[in-house]
């Protein structure tokens, strides 16, 4: 299993553009989320997925879309990228949420 | 909102010693409690994690505590080695908001040789 894979690893946009961040999995996990990773701010979550065609907010939604066509896919969506969106974005996925949560190894992003 | 501190934010221990962090929650009603380590560079991984109904779990050495009347969770790390220097974090699940967990802000721990 490759377990939960993002790409790309590394990019840096210019203020305004937009650009969509992948996730994978392949542990048939039904709980997907996205979060990103500031110093000093820990882990704060942007939006999840409780299954296949159902997805709600987190707690700092503003800027970032997502849809969840499939099981295995669950991708993110900055609409028009700004410098305060410059950091660290983690996909996580498991079985339910009251379990361990499988994190991707990260997207850094960097808005100028 | 929903609110979980975390302390101290920095620990440096000798190694042998011991290490406890510390984490308040604000709903009564939180039911799950991870604990994840963050190495330098590298993803998160759940290291121990608590529900409600259950006091203190221990997996060799590390251990979690919880106290539900005083809201507030700790993870001990007693033998502590150079290669538990990492970030930690702790999480809670919220009643109001039961899909999702959130983190405290974390504690750099630097176990010294």
């Known amino acids: 299993n490759a377990g939960v894979t993002q790409t790309p690893k590394f990019q840096v946009l210019k203020t305004g553009q937009s650009m969509t961040l992948q996730c994978a999995q392949d542990?048939?996990?039904?709980?997907m989320s996205w979060y990103r990773q500031d110093p000093g701010m820990g882990l704060r979550l942007i939006h999840y997925?409780?299954?296949?065609?159902?997805?709600d907010q987190g707690e700092v939604p503003n800027g970032y879309n997502v849809s969840r066509s499939t099981t295995e896919d669950f991708p993110l969506r900055l609409l028009s990228a700004a410098p305060s969106q410059t950091s660290v974005y983690f996909c996580?996925?498991?079985?339910?949420?009251?379990?361990?949560?499988?994190f991707g190894p990260g997207t850094r992003l960097t808005v100028l | 909102g929903e609110n979980v501190e975390q302390h101290p934010s920095t620990l440096s221990v000798q190694e042998g010693d011991s290490a406890v962090i510390k984490c308040t929650y604000s709903d009564s009603a939180s039911n799950y409690f991870p604990w994840y380590k963050q190495e330098l560079g590298k993803r998160p991984q759940l290291i121990i994690d608590?529900?409600?109904?259950?006091g203190e779990k221990k997996d060799q050495r590390i251990a979690v505590t919880l106290n539900k009347t005083a809201k507030h969770f700790s993870l001990h790390i007693t033998e502590t080695q150079p290669e538990d220097s990492a970030v930690y974090f702790c999480a809670a699940t919220f009643s109001g908001s039961a899909r999702q967990l959130t983190f405290g802000s974390g504690t750099q721990l630097t176990v010294l040789p």
């Open positions: 997925s409780v299954g296949a065609g159902i997805t």
């Open positions: 542990m048939n996990h039904e709980y």
């Open positions: 996580a996925s498991s079985y339910f949420l009251w379990d361990t949560q499988y």
């Open positions: 608590i529900r409600s109904n259950v």
